[in-house]
């Protein structure tokens, strides 16, 4: 049913050692994952209203269930497998295409081969030299053969009900593409946490191009009856959906020349919306995820893979908004391969502009050129620059200095026409000790920070104290003002007056 498997703290030398080499192997407790069945049951996460006589179409189209892996642990890809074969309506589930993605673990070979021999809707393809995830899951789509793809990662487990939600959705409309509501599975003691309709998030990204989480917007919020009903999301998490495969086709697929991993989630949810289609997460639909906290895989060696990805996306799908991207990474372009072909590809879509799609689907997202300055914040008198992460776990935390490095990154802030000095939705806050950073509010208060470009002084709008380096020039602190202090001097870069409420 989901519950977790705790190991007593005191197993003995041997186990340890299995358990430690199984999180070194896979990023997760493989040894634990050992001792579950690979046919486990779980609770039935969904909504009442999910389970209406009627809630679904009852003539769905087939769908081909992909799932590539590289080096999956074999309980692990077992239970994924399981899990879709006893929990799809067979009449569905045309096949399970398994791609191997030039896996070297000796389970994966021959016994994968013969165990999958009694499954008959199980098909193995293998990649014959490492592809990545993004080349793979084009091997698998080539291999389906039902109108339907959907896409799953090697460490899923799918509960009650998860297809018949994803599929209703595309066959009222193919053009709409959908995510189940992905479900943690604890990477520790692989029990199933689920929450209801109501914790639902939709996926937005930010401005170095990565994924996050966000509260559904009230206006989506508004549109709906139920909260179990299906909502739009400016972008998908990319591991787990289903597609309409002309639809998928006609989209260009992934760009094959993305590698490895990442930035392909984007890709997908940009042109679908900007290309005449919709993205919607589907609550009726749970299937669960191992989320690991490190990649326990070989990446290519010598390339920033993730950059590079994101680039080609940048350059093709993101007009002059592509900037924003590049001021973060000091724009550092490198070479990117051509790209030239997945622009023409654009072009006779007819696409709407990356503007159309911030103004229609992602209101949200603060654009930096609302900004009335953006990049580094430069002491004048030691040349330090402010520097921090601004992820979530960043928040809470005394915002740092470093010497300034020209690169973007931890040094890139944006000053809002609001007063925020902020990066994505992180703003810096001061509450009377440290200056830490702080969800971004929008209520001004303590996030509201007035820069002059004539004193050079940054002043807090709530204490009307300056923003300074301490004299041991280690910290941030807040001072009285003063004119003559040089460690109270900053010079914020790109500002723009005319920029100003
Ligand atoms: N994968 C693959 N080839 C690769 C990297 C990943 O086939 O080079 C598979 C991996 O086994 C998994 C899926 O792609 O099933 C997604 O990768 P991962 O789970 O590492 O991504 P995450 O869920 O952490 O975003
Ligand atoms: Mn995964």
Redesign the pocket.
Known sequence: MGKPVVLPKDVEAQVKKKVDEGWKNNAFNQYVSDMISVHRSLPDPRDEWCKAPGRFLENLPETSVIV???N?AWSVLLRTVHSILDRSPPQYLKEIILVD?NSDMPHLAKQLDDYMEQYPKVRIVRAPK?E??IR?RLMGARHATAPVLTFL???CECTTGWLEPLLTPIAKDPLTVVCPVIDVISDDTFEYHYRDSTGVNVGGFDWNLQFNWHAIPSKERARHQHPAEPVRSPTMA??LFSIDKAFFERLGTYDSGFD??GGENLELSFKTWMCGGTLEIVPCSHVG?IF?KR?P?KWRSGVNVLKRNSIRLAEVWLDEYKKYYYERIGFDLGDFGDVSERKRLRENLKCKSFKWYLDNVYPELFVPGDAVASGEVHNLATGQCVDSPAKPEDNHKPVGLWPCHKQGGNQYWMLSKEGEIRRDEACMDYAGSDVILYPCHGSKGNQYWEYSPETNRIIHGSSKKCLAISQDRKKLVMEDCSLEEGRQKWKFENYDPNKKL
Do not use: N, P, T, V
Request: net charge negative; with cysteine.
């Open positions: 590539c892996f590289h999956e993605d490492r990545g995830l793979a990662d090697s460490h990319g591991g490895i991993w995820h690991r990649s895989y």
